[in-house]
């Protein structure tokens, strides 16, 4: 299926949509004039519901691999399918849409609306979403511990309390897949502990497959499954990240 409709959203509860990825290559331009790969995948795969964490060293193209995953970044060739949906055949469009109605997205920096409260992050990112609620919404920035702080501007949070803002806003739709970029990179150790595992505990009640990637060692260490990096991508010879 290489199209994303309204037909699609509709169903989604009843779908099953494991992660299945082949012959993905991503390259770039670098100033010599020759082309770079970044990110080469031959096969992978990931179960709905399932949790990995995949460790690697910082700008070696995990987020390259993410973003491709994601569809904000569209690879040279290869297949990303999450159950029917070929999502790298999509038009921009129509990944757009499939990736506000199936995924969500955990950045390390966080990302959030500076000029909204907690709750109005959240709410924003419900707005492709018809039968979202304010009380949907509450309830997401009560489960991540932040009721009492609704209100509050990101500039009058902790950066754990953001990145739990991060987290609820990341859940908004319910998505079928969560990708977490380095998303404890900004945080304490302690914080860091909390947060991976509030987000791994909260994608599990909601059946959501969970996919992180990190150069932490501790925080791959708290997930039964992990592989290296350099075990999925084969690119090799470069030290930068797009």
């Not at 519901?49 to 910082?58: H, N």
């Not at 997205?105 to 500076?114: E, G, I, K, R, S």
């Not at 609620?133 to 009560?142: G, H, K, V, Y």
């Not at 079928?176 to 947060?195: F, Q, W, Y």
């Amino acid at each position: 299926m290489s199209a994303f409709s309204q037909n699609e959203e509709d169903r989604s509860e009843n779908i099953k949509y494991p992660l299945v990825i082949e012959d993905l290559r991503k390259s770039y331009p670098i100033e010599s004039g020759e082309v770079q790969n970044v990110v080469e995948v031959e096969s992978f795969e990931l179960n709905q519901g399932s949790q990995l964490a995949i460790q690697g060293a910082s700008g070696t193209g995990k987020s390259t691999f993410l973003n491709l995953i994601a569809g904000i970044v569209k690879p040279d060739i290869g297949v990303i399918r999450m159950g029917e949906i070929e999502l790298s055949n999509l038009s921009e469009h129509a990944r757009d849409r499939a990736r506000a109605q199936l995924i969500g997205y955990v950045f390390q920096n966080f990302h959030l609306l500076q000029g909204c409260t907690a709750l109005e992050n959240v709410m924003v990112s419900m707005a492709i979403n018809q039968n979202a609620t304010r009380d949907r919404a509450r309830e997401l920035i009560s489960n991540v511990g932040l009721s009492k702080k609704e209100n509050f501007l990101p500039s009058q949070l902790s950066i754990g309390q953001q990145q739990r803002v991060g987290i609820a806003r990341a859940l908004a739709n319910t998505p079928k897949l969560m990708l977490a970029d380095e998303p404890t990179g900004n945080l304490d150790s302690e914080n860091a502990k909390r947060s991976i595992d509030l987000l791994s505990s909260l994608c599990s009640s909601n059946h959501c497959t969970l996919l992180v990637v990190s150069h932490d060692e501790k925080i791959i260490n708290r997930f039964e499954k992990s592989m290296h990096w350099q075990d999925i991508n084969r690119a090799k010879g470069f030290d930068f990240e797009y």
